[in-house]
Nanobody, 117 residues
C-alpha cells in the first residue's frame, strides 16, 4: 500500500538546523510532485515547500532563504533542509505526494519539530 513516512523531527535550538526525510513507497515516486506542509497548534496547515517532477520549487514566504526541498528518485525520498530555525517554526511537518491532475493525493502522518531553548 501507499506509504509516506516522515522522520528527522525533534527538538532543536533557535538558529539551529534540522533535516527531515520522507520515505515513499507504493507508487511511482518519480511521477509525483512532492511537498511539505506544517501545522502548528491553533493554526491552519500551510505550505512549507513544494517540488515538481520537473524540479521546480515553491516555498512559503517565511521559509524562503532558510528551507530547501530536494528529492532523490533513486531512493524514493524527499527531504526538507531547515536552517536558521525560529520558535515559530514549531509545528508538525507533513509530507505530501500528488500525481498529475490530482488524481492521487497522499499524506504522511507527520513528524514533530520543536524549536526552543
Amino acid at each position: 500500500q501507499v506509504q509516506l513516512v516522515e522522520s528527522g523531527g525533534g527538538l532543536v535550538q533557535p538558529g539551529g538546523s534540522l533535516r527531515l526525510s520522507c520515505a515513499a513507497s507504493g507508487f511511482t515516486f518519480r511521477d509525483y510532485a512532492m511537498s511539505w506542509y506544517r501545522q502548528a497548534p491553533g493554526k491552519e496547515r500551510e505550505l512549507v515547500a513544494a517540488l515538481t517532477r520537473a524540479g521546480d520549487t515553491n516555498y512559503g514566504d517565511s521559509m524562503k532563504g532558510r528551507f530547501t526541498i530536494s528529492r532523490d528518485n533513486a531512493k524514493n525520498t524527499v527531504y526538507l533542509q531547515m536552517n536558521s530555525l525560529k520558535p515559530e517554526d514549531t509545528a508538525v511537518y507533513y509530507c505530501r505526494a500528488r500525481s498529475p491532475f490530482g488524481k492521487n493525493d497522499y499524506w504522511g502522518q507527520g513528524t514533530q519539530v520543536t524549536v526552543s531553548s
